[in-house]
């Protein structure tokens, strides 16, 4: 499969991650769209799932990008049913901005799953 080139942020760690210039696991990638293990796990199973594309956040996101949007929450469930956790459950969250606690300005979902979730989240 070609990978199309986007938009990408030399400075951005996750965009230096898709580009294979910082070592990460994956656990899925495809045209639009990686997965990889959080280096700081917060829960038994944390995966990250990321466009290739730049996007600061979800607060940037257009009609434009909506295959991207529509790939990112299909691959979440699909790593989630391969990491044994879809029957129990998991939670799917991304964090927008600095009270939310975003400290990577690049979109991505946290996978997490494996043990239970409070809510509301702290
Ligand atoms: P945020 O706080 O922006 O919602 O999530 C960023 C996540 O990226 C954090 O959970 C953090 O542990 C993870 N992270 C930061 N640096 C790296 C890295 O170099 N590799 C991986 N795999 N995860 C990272
Ligand atoms: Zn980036």
Redesign the pocket.
Known sequence: MTTPSVATDPAC?FCR?VAGE?P?AFVHEDDLVVA?????PRAPTHI?VIPRQHIVSAAALTDADSSTVGRLFAVAAQVAREAGIADAGYRLVT?VGRAA????DHL?I?LMGGRSMTWPPG
């Open positions: 760690l991650i910082i990460a990889f293990p959080d280096i700081a990250l964090n606690g975003q400290t990577v991505h946290h």
